[in-house]
């Protein structure tokens, strides 16, 4: 099974920015789709943002939308997310999914495989 490695999560103040990265372990990570989700104590993960195994193809929360921006670099096996304009709602830790499918997918239950969070604290 694919392992996720997430990296890149802080402390920042709000409206500044953070890039998230995720490296995969395997080379199979440009035939899937790839997504991020977050999650706060309490509550359940959320969807952030998805994308398809070429790129082409990207889905974001509408409370990330305009701000968020999602990426991949397949020759690195690598999934990315620019944080812009971060709010303190966006503190949470988040976390890199692999998809089942090379179609960008915003359901949980879309994805089999998750790396072990990265946190990211957005002070006011």
């Known amino acids: 099974q694919v392992q996720l490695v997430e990296s890149g999560g802080g402390l920042v103040q709000a409206g500044n920015s953070l890039r998230l990265s995720c490296v995969a372990s395997e080379r199979s990570f440009s035939r899937f789709a790839m997504g991020w989700f977050r999650q706060t104590p309490g509550n359940e993960r959320e969807f952030v943002a998805a994308?398809?195994?070429?790129?082409?193809?990207?889905y974001y929360a509408g409370s990330v939308k305009g701000r968020f921006i999602i990426s991949r670099d397949n020759a690195m096996t690598t999934l990315y997310l620019q944080m812009n304009s971060l709010k303190p709602e966006d503190s949470a830790v988040y976390y890199c999914a692999q998809a089942v499918s090379s179609a960008a997918t915003t359901r949980y239950t879309g994805y089999t495989s998750w790396g072990q969070g990265t946190q990211v604290t957005v002070s006011s």
């Open positions: 994308i398809d195994w070429s790129g082409g193809t990207t």
